[in-house]
Nanobody, 114 residues
Framework: VQLQASGGGLVQPGGSLRLSCAAS????????RGWYRRVPGKQRELVAT???????NYGDSVKGRFTISRDIAKNTWYLQMNSLKPEDTAVYYC?????????WGQGTLVTVSS
């Protein structure tokens, strides 16, 4: 499965962005779909995941501000990011798990700055 992340960019503090992760094949068979982020010099951080049973998990730093969703018909999942803060600046990666395999997208840069 190939994953293509998009939607990153420059946004002012308090603004919103929506990231998309398009999969090369149906996402119905994926056990988990999600987003992680990484700031240079820091460890990769969980942002949000959505499992096949619609179980959703958010990182503590984004709870109440970010929303993960999926569109199985479009083989795509999304990350709606609201009330963005400068500390949300990072490269965001989409991620998926199917059985023993995991897949990563190429990353999309989100910069929150005035």
């Amino acid at each position: 499965v190939q994953l293509q992340a998009s939607g990153g960019g420059l946004v002012q503090p308090g603004g919103s962005l929506r990231l998309s992760c398009a999969a090369s094949r149906t996402i119905f068979s994926l056990n988990v779909r999600g987003w992680y982020r990484r700031v240079p010099g820091k460890q990769r951080e969980l942002v949000a995941t959505i499992a096949s049973g619609s179980n959703i998990n958010y990182g503590d730093s984004v709870k109440g501000r970010f929303t993960i969703s999926r569109d199985i018909a479009k083989n795509t999942w999304y990350l709606q990011m609201n009330s963005l803060k400068p500390e949300d600046t990072a490269v965001y990666y989409c991620h998926a798990i199917r059985g023993p395999y995991e897949y990563w997208g190429q990353g999309t840069l989100v910069t929150v700055s005035s």
